[in-house]
Every structure is written in structure tokens, then in C-alpha cells.
């Protein structure tokens, strides 16, 4: 059971954006299950708020972490027409 309180509806958990079956399931071990304070979606989340956490962020995107986190509050607004696909980064 994964320890993120974003895991219910998270969807790099749900498998909606991965990468290679085998990074996905390492990152699910580390992020998820071991160490959700490390998770770059779970970070922007408790930092700005669900409305500035981009569907596709991965746990382990600190560049893009840190441009959100340095970025206006307004800067980040997706809007909502932006439509949650399946994504595959692999």
C-alpha cells in the first residue's frame, strides 16, 4: 500500500504517464511506497496547491519541480480544457 496521500487519484500511481515498465515500477517503489517527501508531484502539491501540478510532472522531474515552485501562482493555472490523456514517456 503506497504511503502518498496522492496515490488515489495520481496519475503516474495509476499508470496514466510512465515510462519503461521496469523505471516505472522503481520509481513507484522509491516515490510512492518508500519516500512520498521526495516525489516532485507530491512536493508541488503540498507547495502550490492541486491547480499548479501539471498531469504529466513525474516524481523525479526536479527541474521542472523547481520551476513551479519559483513560478507565480497565476503562471501555473492549466485551465480547464486541458484534457488528461495517456501519456508514455518511454
Known sequence: MPDCLLSVDCPFFKGLIRRSPEATERMKKRFCMANPAECARLRVYKAKGRHALPYALMPDDY????????????????????????????
Not at 63 to 88: C, V
Request: aromatic share 8%; glycine share 4%; net charge positive.
Open 63 to 90: 527541474e521542472q519541480m523547481n520551476q513551479i515552485l519559483t513560478t507565480k501562482a497565476q503562471d501555473n493555472y492549466r485551465g480547464p480544457s486541458q484534457k488528461k490523456t495517456y501519456i508514455d514517456l518511454s
